[in-house]
């Protein structure tokens, strides 16, 4: 059996999953006092309706790192920079309590271009201990080529304050992105004390509850992790709500689609897209607190429309405000808003109807329009917005650069086959959507809880990118730091991809990653080093991986129902 | 509001001419790592745009391509080229306040007539860019600023005689480099006389003798022509480090010299120190074009007090531009001194050496002198292929300006010639009044439009 486990901002779901089917599911309001007893309470009456039943494991989404992030309740952390030549260092803009930008530099490919200066490292140290911050992150530019810069300023560090909690970016991120590897480094050691003391909390409460059942976080990109490895990265555990949501539209709809994900809420409608059965990663990273990250988070898109945003009538026209002042109308609210329009077209049978028949009236007058009529229109001009906004995201998907000539022929206009509704007022303007689409619309069953069904059976994923450098002998992996001497020549891409793949499967090992797991190759690429018209060596890129996606499992237990 | 820097990076990361010639996959790697890990497509004032496939009519209205347009074109250059017209209408969108096409393949040496590969250039990407704004826009006038270290042989050329599109090109002089032209007595043709300066430079011109010339001359004849466009067609191999040329260019003084020129489009030319020049130059531009701090932007070996000019080299760039704002400023009478530049017809041969594909090229050509208007072109071109074949074809060049009696003249002058094709294999005419662009195919006697 597996369970799943969603704490929202608003509501906190859960599901128990048995062979392909779901048990149990639970929604609760997420409890003001604390994620750790939202989660309680909705994990105790999934723990009964199991029965004593074996538990195979445990996925949980928070969002712990969201809150504390938005709360600006993250720890103090003192940033050291050696940024070397490029963008004028004085002009980056981090959210650290200090910064310090040290000289010293590496180049593209890893050579030292400029010495660190040892005098400027140790008065950056007593400015650090001076203003008493005992959290230290230091980046480099280009220390996922070469991490000695980074690695000689924090044994320095280390040696001299043996009390500093020190993070270094190499360890962090090697994508290239020197200021995106400065914030999510700094934000990783941020967060990091009170994820692991979530953490020990958690594993406590579970312990009381006599559960042993191996525990799993939900990922930004959709994969999960073992929870103790997530100790290292909190950070990336971020989003794991929507990615939770996009996960379970991928689960309850017929494999290898195109997809469009729909969550009509109260103030806004999210939207994410899975591509032929892929969700749709944001491009470099996601955005976190408005500074851009190197976290792999799921493409998503938030829209200021939802049911509870408040119409009005401008100029003869009728308009959709983006905000909101409390529930429906009918509800009880002191606005007309779509989830009115919805009762009267009796897409819905929320709320008092006679109130919000009297709100569309009222609406309708300067309209010259009847209740039933007004109505039609809100729900008209709400779905052709959403369509909108739909297809611009597809375009901007379609207009996102690619640096070859194939993926810029391969690019094709792609348009949805699906468009999935998730969360409240998804149902009723799912069908409208799918009509102005042209598309099919689906509201699966348990809709209502398919995040928490994507976090119960989202599989372990891993990515390696590797780069290597046959001239200098050195290879490198960017998720995890690694730049080590190239232990074996290389000397063809099979041989390069054939290495990753054999590295892959033993860091997946680490991770509990089943050996007859499917690999996939996610791009490789050959440069020939040519010097003064000789060869001299070539580079590689490679990227390999264990990909998100959902149990087979369940996939295969569920064809029957899928079945079109 | 901060200035919007429009990019388009198209490294080509899957073409190359061959594997170890210059122009290979590898050229904008490090360049790719460089402005990636600087975090600039992130930057609030730069937008990155993908860049789309040109079309062959695009292309027509620059070049004439023997046989098609199909043999002369690959992928990489459609997009290299339309990477240009994207930043061209987000331009003229006003989404950007400027931009830079840093695409490959690139396109200086690109003639009208096309038989092959020359200086590593098939298709001219400034000149395709610039006829689809005039079609598209309607501007008029166009300066193109040529700061590659080669002479823009193929831009002079295509605009040699337009007296809308001024050329200036500084470059290390022909004795001494490829492609052997541009020199100072270059200066257009008799319709369109002064429109093209050349500023052919000695080997080991550094930062101050090329800021002497840019502040001394080839700002003040752009203040003077007043463009609705300036272009800069971007080399980066006055580079000091570049193993083709011999100058003496920085990053610095590259970055320096986009901000004080503020080109409203740079399309990447040539430059092939990969590794030491090209990922500082790149960032050093892109800071510049889009009004940021670039003094941080600097070579490893970088120190400015190597990149002074000599006595000597000073004397030699003061008598220069001497001369050349001479030129400048009596361009009409000088012109009217040199050659009638009204009635009848003023010819010229020449013959063009295609280095890459080791063809050579013999052309006639003919313009008609007309009162009122820059007159039609006639070009007979017979191409000399290394396998010993050759093909001869004569293209009729009609420009925008082109009056009604010259419109009509040159599409007669097309006709007579299908009608009379003898020893041709092909028949062109470039229509641009009408955007209408013809081949007549000799042997398959048939015409094609575009």
């Given amino acids: ?564 | 509001m901060p200035n919007k820097t429009g990019l388009v990076f198209f490294p080509a990361f899957d073409w190359a001419i061959t594997p170890t010639h210059p122009e290979r996959e590898e050229r904008l790697l490090y360049t790719r790592d460089q402005l990636f890990e600087e975090g600039i497509m992130d930057l609030p004032e730069v937008v990155e745009y993908k860049p789309r496939l040109a079309t062959y009519k695009d292309i027509a209205r620059v070049h004439f391509c023997v046989p098609d347009i199909k043999a002369q074109v690959t992928e990489a250059h459609l997009i290299a080229a339309g990477g240009a017209l994207v930043l061209a209408d987000a331009l003229m969108k006003k989404e950007i306040d400027n931009g830079f096409a840093l695409v490959r393949p690139p396109g200086h040496h690109s003639m009208r007539v096309v038989h092959g590969n020359r200086g590593f250039c098939n298709i001219h990407n400034e000149a395709i860019m610039i006829e689809y704004l005039r079609k598209h826009y309607g501007l008029k006038k166009i300066a193109i600023v040529d700061t590659d270290v080669h002479h823009g042989d193929g831009t002079q050329d295509v605009y040699w005689h337009d007296p809308d599109v001024l050329f200036i090109s500084f470059h290390q002089d022909g004795r001494t480099l490829y492609p052997g032209s541009g020199f100072a007595d270059e200066l257009g043709g008799p319709t369109a006389f002064g429109t093209t300066i050349n500023i052919p430079l000695l080997p080991h011109t550094t930062d101050e003798g090329i800021h002497y010339v840019l502040d001394n001359l080839v700002l003040p004849i752009l203040e003077d022509f007043q463009p609705d466009l300036i272009v800069n067609s971007a080399g980066q191999d006055n580079h000091y480090t570049d193993p083709l040329a011999n100058m003496r260019f920085t990053a610095h003084g590259y970055a320096l010299l986009n901000e004080k020129l503020k080109p409203d489009l740079a399309v990447l030319e040539g430059g092939y120190a990969i590794e030491t020049a090209l990922p500082y130059v790149n960032t050093g531009i892109i800071l510049a074009m889009a009004g940021l701090d670039y003094s941080c932007v600097r070579e490893p070996d970088y120190r400015p007090e190597n990149f002074k000019e000599s006595p000597e080299h000073m004397d030699y760039i003061k008598d220069l531009i001497a001369y050349l704002h001479e030129v400048w400023k009596n361009r009409e009478a000088l012109a009217e001194q040199r050659q009638r530049r009204t009635g009848g017809y003023y010819e010229r041969r020449r013959t063009v050496y295609y280095d890459t594909d080791n063809i050579r090229e013999q052309q006639e050509e003919k313009v008609k002198l007309c009162a009122k208007c820059p007159g039609y072109q006639v070009i007979r071109s017979r191409g000399l292929y290394p396998t010993r074949t050759e093909r001869t074809v004569l293209a009729v060049a009609l420009p925008w300006q082109a009056c009604s009696e010259c419109q009509e003249e040159a599409r007669s002058v097309y006709q007579e010639y299908i009608n009379n094709p003898r020893g041709l294999d092909f028949v062109y005419l470039q229509d641009k009044p009408r955007d209408t662009y013809l081949q007549y195919s000799v042997s398959g006697r048939s015409e094609m439009q575009l």
């Fill in chain 1, 1 to 564: 059996m597996l369970i799943g486990l969603d704490v929202g901002g608003t509501y906190t779901d859960a599901v128990l999953i048995d062979h392909g089917e779901v048990i149990e599911k639970i929604k609760i309001p997420t409890k003001p006092e604390g994620l750790l007893e939202s989660l309680l309470s909705a994990l105790d009456p999934l723990l009964q309706a199991a029965g004593g039943r074996e538990i195979q494991r445990i996925v949980l989404s928070t969002t712990l790192i969201t809150n504390l992030i938005a709360t600006n309740t993250v720890d103090p952390v003192a940033l050291v920079l050696i940024p070397g030549p490029g963008l004028n260092p004085g002009s980056y803009k981090f959210k650290a309590t200090q910064s310090y930008i040290l000289s010293g530099a590496i180049d593209y490919r890893g050579r030292e271009i400029e010495p660190l200066k040892e005098n400027e490292i140790k008065a950056c140290l007593e400015a650090i201990k001076k203003e008493g911050i005992k959290r230290v992150a230091i980046v480099g530019k280009f220390s996922q080529r070469n991490n000695s810069h980074e690695q000689a300023v924090a044994s320095y560090f280390a040696s001299h304050a043996p009390e500093l909690q020190i993070i270094m970016g190499h360890q962090v991120t090697g994508r290239l992105n020197f200021p995106r590897r400065a914030v999510t480094t700094l934000l990783t050691l941020a967060t990091r004390e009170k994820f692991e003391n979530f953490y020990k909390q958690v594993l406590q409460v579970l312990k009381e509850r006599g559960i042993t059942a191996p525990l799993y976080i939900l990922k930004a990109d959709g994969g999960t992790l073992p929870f103790t490895q997530s100790l290292t990265k909190p950070v990336e555990t971020i989003f794991s709500g929507p990615a939770a949501s996009t996960l379970g539209v991928l689960a309850l709809t017929p494999k290898g689609q195109t997809s469009v994900v729909l969550d009509i809420g109260g103030t806004t409608t999210d939207l994410a897209l899975i591509l032929s059965g892929k969700p749709l990663l944001a491009s470099r990273g996601a955005k976190i607190n408005n500074d851009y990250t190197q976290v792999r988070a799921f493409a998503t898109k938030s829209v200021a429309l939802g049911g509870d945003s408040i119409l009005c009538v401008k100029n003869n026209s009728l308009e959709i405000l983006p905000q909101r002042e409390g529930p429906a109308y009918c509800l009880g609210g002191p606005q007309p808003t779509p989830t009115d329009a919805m009762r009267v077209a009796a897409l819905t049978e929320i709320g008092d109807e006679r109130r919000a028949y009297e709100c569309m009236k009222r609406l309708g007058a300067d309209l010259n329009l009847s209740p039933k009529e007004t109505a039609d229109l809100v729900l008209k001009q709400m779905v052709k917005k959403i369509a909108q906004e739909i297809d611009d995201m597809f375009l901007s998907w379609e207009q996102e650069p690619a640096y070859r000539i194939w993926e810029i022929l391969q690019k094709q206009k792609i348009r949805p086959q699906n468009v999935v509704g998730i969360g409240g007022a998804a149902p009723a303007v799912l069908p409208l959507l799918g009509e102005e689409m042209g598309c099919r619309a689906l509201a699966p069953p348990h809709a209502e809880v398919a995040n928490a069904i994507g976090a119960a059976l989202a599989k372990v994923n891993l990515r390696l990118s590797f780069h290597f450098d046959t001239e200098r002998n050195f290879y490198f992996i960017e998720e995890n730091g690694v730049q080590e001497k190239l232990p074996i020549p290389i000397l063809s891409e099979d041989q390069a991809k054939d290495f990753c793949f054999t590295r892959l499967r033993q860091e997946g090992q680490k991770l509990g990653i089943s050996s007859d797991e499917e690999l996939e190759l996610v791009y490789s690429e050959v440069f020939n080093m040519v010097r003064g018209w000789r060869t001299t060596g070539k580079l590689y890129d490679i990227c390999v991986q264990f990909p998100t996606g959902i149990m087979e499992n369940w996939l295969e237990e569920r064809k029957d129902q899928c079945a079109e």
